[in-house]
């Protein structure tokens, strides 16, 4: 016998993509930065490891293809990270085979972020900046490797790196992308040359470092972000918050077990109406059923149903008015959900232009960013937003504004 609760939240999570060089690569090592952002994600994204190391933005280039085919389904992919640099930054009397000339690099960036828009539109773009270089810490490794009579040149040089991080911001600047700038951020600690295991690559520490970064970035992008539980901090428990949707029922929602197995004999009570088509969201869905589910009177549901309204955009615009009526939502993850599915549907969102800037002065600061966001994406087609976002640039919190700072950009002012 199945009970009404198999198939609820059944929803499996969504998928996030590292992809870089030996830093990526070793990202998923014990204590890595990577398999700390896969930790903060549980239950909401399955976070999939695309590091080869020694490769160049070069060789990325060239594979991209191959790795991320454009034919295969990729809207579950909820952000992207690039991190190259490290090799391109090699000298080049040293380390021909590796070097790429810095205006290269940046312009291997530009076409890597373009592919992504093009073939995972939905996904956000974080790129990481190529790390400093220690040179004493990079001697020592390069004499246990070539031995101690090794005496150099190396192969990295700590300006060079530099240099090329900052070709990296640009591109981020340029692409409208995330951007954490590891250069910057390790030299902040006065001790930055302990967080590289050999100079070049990350210590345990260092990868402490990195994963706090990557992921407090990811938290200020309203569709990423997951609010921990006041009591406890925690990040997967039923009073965290977060648009993203975990998969299976929170073990404090299960109300009880009659002996005929874990998951068919699960029900709560009452017993629950059948599946929302949202919480499934199941890909041939009907535009419908998720409206019918924007009025389900629980929060995540109607949630669900606005993010997977905005998936399927720019099809299923009869749902922008109701879209448009969710930024009224009671529930600010719903209002999140509305925003930022009505940016998706680009020009045909345009005569929702004034609800959006009406939504830059809601209460949650979560749900003002979402607004400039989707804004943003809307860019000229909301010029009528230019003053609004303007006066945003003061609002009190940083990620509103520069989430308006980078919706203006979007409109070329």
């Known amino acids: 016998v199945v009970s009404a609760m198999t198939g609820f939240f059944l929803n499996q999570p969504g998928r996030a993509i590292l992809f870089g060089d030996s830093i990526t690569q070793f990202g998923f090592a014990h204590g890595g930065w990577g398999a700390q952002v896969a930790d903060h994600f549980q239950r909401r ?69 373009a592919y992504f828009k093009r073939v995972i539109p939905k996904a956000k773009l974080v790129l990481i900046t190529p790390p400093p270089v220690d040179p004493v810490g990079r001697m020592q490794w390069s004499k246990q490797r070539f031995g101690p009579a090794f005496a150099g040149p190396l192969q990295h040089d700590h300006e060079t790196a530099g240099r090329y991080a900052a070709r990296c911001r640009e591109v981020a600047s340029e692409v409208g992308a995330e951007c954490v700038d590891l250069w910057t951020i390790l030299q902040s600690h006065a001790d930055w040359a302990s967080l590289l295991s050999d100079g070049l690559h990350l210590s345990e520490s260092g990868n402490g470092v990195v994963g706090k970064a990557v992921v407090a970035k990811l938290q200020t992008v309203a569709t990423l972000e997951i609010k921990p539980c006041s009591a406890t901090g925690s990040l997967c428990n ?26 068919t004999a699960v029900v709560e009570k009452p017993p629950p109406k059948p599946t929302p088509a949202a919480v499934l969201a199941t890909p041939n869905m009907s535009v419908e059923a998720l409206l019918k589910d924007l009025e389900d009177p629980l929060w995540y549901v109607r949630s669900a149903a606005a993010a997977s309204l905005g998936k399927r955009a720019p099809g299923g615009a009869e749902a922008l008015p109701r879209l448009v009526q969710a930024l009224q939502d009671p529930h600010e993850d719903v209002r999140c959900a509305a925003a930022d599915a009505i940016g998706m549907f680009t020009e045909l969102a345009t005569r929702a232009t004034p609800d959006l800037v009406t939504t830059l002065r809601d209460p949650e600061h979560v749900v003002r960013r979402a607004a400039a966001e989707a804004l943003g994406r809307l860019g000229l087609c909301a010029v009528a937003a230019v003053d609004p976002l303007i006066e945003t640039l003061q609002d009190p919190d940083t990620t509103v504004r520069g989430a308006a700072a980078d919706a203006l950009k979007k409109m070329g002012r």
Not at 238 to 263: E, V, Y
Request: aromatic fraction near 12%; hydrophobic fraction near 40%.
């Open 45 to 113: 994204l399955d976070v999939l490891n695309r590091g080869f190391s020694g490769y160049t933005t070069r060789w990325a280039l060239r594979s991209v293809e191959q790795v991320f085919p454009e034919k295969a389904n990729w809207d579950d992919v909820a952000f992207v990270t690039l991190f190259f640099g490290a090799n391109d930054a090699s000298l080049p009397l040293v380390g021909a085979r590796q070097h790429v000339p810095m205006d290269e690099y940046k312009e291997n960036l530009v076409q890597l972020c």
């Open 238 to 263: 039923s009073s965290t918050r977060s648009a993203l949707a975990q998969c299976l029922p929170w073990h404090d929602k299960i109300a009880d077990i009659d002996g005929r197995g874990p998951f």
